[in-house]
Every structure is written in C-alpha cells, then in structure tokens.
C-alpha cells in the first residue's frame, strides 16, 4: 500500500521593487507648492503683493533652492497663511487650474524613466513635502502607484493651521520604510531620484540613489558618495508626450487642494526671507 505524503509548496518569488521619485524640480520643472499664486489671487485668497512674492519665489528657488532652515521656515508660514482657508474653495480653484499649471512642465527625461520603472515590475512612488491635495492628481496623472505626502488638518471644513505629517527631510526616508514594510518592497533593489540635499536620507535609504538637477550641496554629497547625476532638461505636455495616459478626472482634480494652500503659503515666506538684510532673524 502506497501512502502520498503532501509537500508544502515554497514561494520563491523575488521580492518587490519600487523606485521613489521626489516631484519639485525632479519631475516638474516648478515648485508644485509655488505654482498657483496667480490662481489663488484670481479666488481672493491673496492680495497682489503676495501674487509679485509668487512670482520672486519661484524663481529664487528655481535658480538656488532652498536649504533646511527655509523649509522649516516655510512650513510654519503656510501653517500660519492657510489657517482659516475655506478647503472647498481652494479645491475649486485648484481643479480649475492643475492641468494648466503642472501638465506643461512635466520633465519628458521623468516620464520616460516612469515608464521604464513600470516596464521592469517596479511600482512608482512620488513622495513630496507638498501636500496630497496636490501631489495625488500629479501622480495620477503619471501613472504612479503610491503617492506620499504632506497632509495638513482640516477641522469644520477649513484648515485649523497644523500639519499633521510633513514629508521632509529625514520623514521622507522615514515614509518610504514604513511603505516598504507594508508593500514588501527589497530596498536594497530599489531606485530614488531627487534634486535636493534635503533628501539624502531618502536617497541613502535604498540601493540605487540619482542626483537629478541636483542644487550644490547634493552634487557634493553624488561626488563623494559615486552617486550618478542626471540632468532633466525638457518640459513636456503629458496628453501629448502620452496620449493614452489616463488622466484624473473632475473629482479627482478637485482634490487638489491643500497642496496648493501651501503654494501660496510657502512662496510668500520664501521670497521674504530671501529679501531680507544679512544678519535678520
């Protein structure tokens, strides 16, 4: 008499990748939180001197960026801005004014490696310290997987002036073990691109870093630690770079709001600390 014994059946399935990809200047050619001071003017929420702060701002931080004691800076001023902010006005005109503002200068080098990622089994991360109002329609737009970002509170339909989580500095790599813990992702095989110092916790979090446009002190940091740079140059209208790439609908658009509310808040911030005399608090 033959007796058949059954055998546990191992899972050999290599372990999930992801790469990780931070937005400002990395995939957009902007700050998505300096985008919509126009926007904001337009719905009454700023004045036009804050609109002309809007303007100096992205261009200071297009030319130079902005180093840890600004970001912190920052954050404190669009707490401080956006308190009080009606949420449902500003998703409005947010939904109004994303695919104008963001859809043009998406970087065709981002996209193209977005694709590439997607075509080797990797899922797409976007993590960025503008707020998932914002953030979360961009990465739809782009076909990412997971979005991680800053989420700010809303308390009786407007923003009380706290930010629950800010997705900066070391939360960022912070965040991204937390992801790969709950997605299974190796990070030792996974990716991440940034253009900022500010990021090198996340950069050294996995096992293949990218300096990407990086600002000074992150091409210091590539050069000693041989990590690659890269340089994206080319903005480009997605629906027509990838005209079968799905884009958010209404709703979705219309989600885009607190991101936005720190666009305003941190340009204003940015540009006054910037114009200030050496020597000011």
Same mark, same amino acid.
């Given at each position: 008499?033959?007796? %058949? ?23 957009? %050619? ?64 947010? %939904? ?76 960022? %790599? ?108």
């Amino acid at each position: 008499m033959v007796v %058949a014994y059954a055998r546990p059946v191992e899972n050999h399935l290599p372990p999930r990748t992801a790469a990780f990809f931070d937005l400002d200047k990395t995939v957009i %050619a902007k700050s998505s939180t300096l985008a919509f001071g126009r926007s904001f003017y337009q719905g009454g929420l700023i004045n036009r001197r804050a609109v002309l702060r809007t303007a100096y701002a992205q261009f200071v931080y297009l030319v130079g960026g902005a180093d840890h004691d600004q970001m912190e800076g920052m954050r404190k001023y669009l707490s401080d801005l956006c308190r009080g902010w009606n949420v449902q006005q500003v998703r409005e005109i947010v %939904a109004e004014t994303l695919h104008d503002l963001i859809d043009p200068i998406i970087y065709d080098e981002a996209a193209s490696l977005i694709e590439e990622h997607h075509a080797a089994g990797r899922d797409v991360v976007i993590v960025s310290a503008s707020g998932s109002e914002v953030v979360e329609p961009i990465g739809e737009m782009l076909g990412a997987d997971h979005v991680v970002a800053t989420r700010m509170v809303v308390e009786d339909g407007a923003y009380n002036g706290e930010i629950e989580h800010y997705v900066y500095g070391p939360a960022k %790599a912070e965040a991204i073990e937390e992801l790969a813990r709950s997605q299974g992702y190796d990070l030792e095989r996974c990716f991440a691109y940034s253009d900022s110092a500010t990021d090198v916790p996340m950069l050294e979090s996995v096992g293949h870093p990218y300096a990407v446009n990086p600002d000074r002190a992150l091409r210091k940091e590539a050069v000693a630690r041989g990590w690659p740079t890269l340089t994206f140059n080319r903005p480009v209208r997605l629906n027509q770079r990838i005209p079968t790439l799905p884009m958010p609908s209404a709703p979705v658009l219309a989600a885009a709001a607190v991101g936005a509310a720190a666009a305003t808040a941190g340009l204003v911030w940015f540009a006054a600390r910037r114009r200030r005399p050496a020597g000011m608090a």
